[in-house]
């Protein structure tokens, strides 16, 4: 079974609708990530949470929101769709080991379009 | 503003070949750079490193942090057609736990 998951997979939605995309981990892993990608710009991230009261915007957060309604669960939410919100969207999850850095764990990824 | 540029964009090799792939980063407080592997589907693990010099192996992959010229290289020897991939670098810095990434380098492998 995957550690990370999410749903939907593929998702086709209209401008203005409202978007929610689900992540889940068994890894136990406190941290938990969105990015998005997009071709010729790499991952970037569109918010952080490292635990379950705590949650950050990273470096494109306009648009978008998130609920971390468990450890294992964090989700996002895209209020009103527009076209250029089109990507693939990857939740990943890390744990502190220490104080060394952490690896992410990526789920399979979701293919959004709006059309 | 963290920065991490990858080069090149993309290349194709025949197997057997020996690639080489660059990453530079400009981070404030660097902590540690990481190479991953994406192929059609998420992003995996390859490799972290933290200090200078180091050289990390796994298998035919290898890689190397330079901290002074702020880069590593990604090296891929005999490759095979498995190999064809996105390879994605990114840098952590201390005290924000968070990965910037590059935008990828495309190689493809043909037989």
């Known amino acids: 079974d995957a550690d990370v998951t999410q749903t939907p997979r593929n998702r086709i939605t209209k401008t203005g609708k409202r978007i929610m995309l689900e992540c889940s981990q068994t890894k136990g892993h406190d941290r938990m990530y969105w990015y998005r990608q997009d071709p010729g710009l790499g991952l970037r991230l569109i918010y952080y949470s490292f635990d379950v009261k705590d949650i950050n915007k990273g470096e494109i957060s306009d648009g978008y929101s998130v609920s971390r309604q468990a450890q294992a669960k964090f989700s996002l939410s895209l209020e009103s769709a527009i076209p250029n919100q089109t990507a693939l969207y990857f939740c990943?999850?890390?744990?502190?080991?220490?104080?060394?850095?952490?690896?992410?764990?990526f789920g399979p990824g979701t293919r959004l379009t709006v059309l | 503003e963290d920065k991490v540029v990858q080069s090149p964009l993309s290349l194709v090799v025949h197997e057997g070949d020996t690639v080489t792939l660059n990453c530079s980063y400009e981070v404030t407080n660097f902590r540690s750079l990481l190479w991953y592997k994406q192929e059609k589907k998420a992003p995996t693990f390859l490799f972290m490193l933290?200090?200078?010099?180091i050289e990390k192996k796994s298998g035919r992959l290898s890689s190397i942090l330079d901290k002074k010229e702020l880069f590593s290289i990604l090296n891929i020897t005999a490759t095979q057609t498995g190999d064809s991939a996105v390879y994605l670098c990114a840098v952590e810095p201390i005290n924000d736990y968070k990965l910037s990434f590059g935008a990828g380098t495309t190689v493809t492998v043909r037989a």
């Open positions: 990943a999850t890390s744990d502190l080991l220490g104080v060394s850095t952490d690896t992410q764990y």
């Open positions: 933290t200090s200078s010099g």
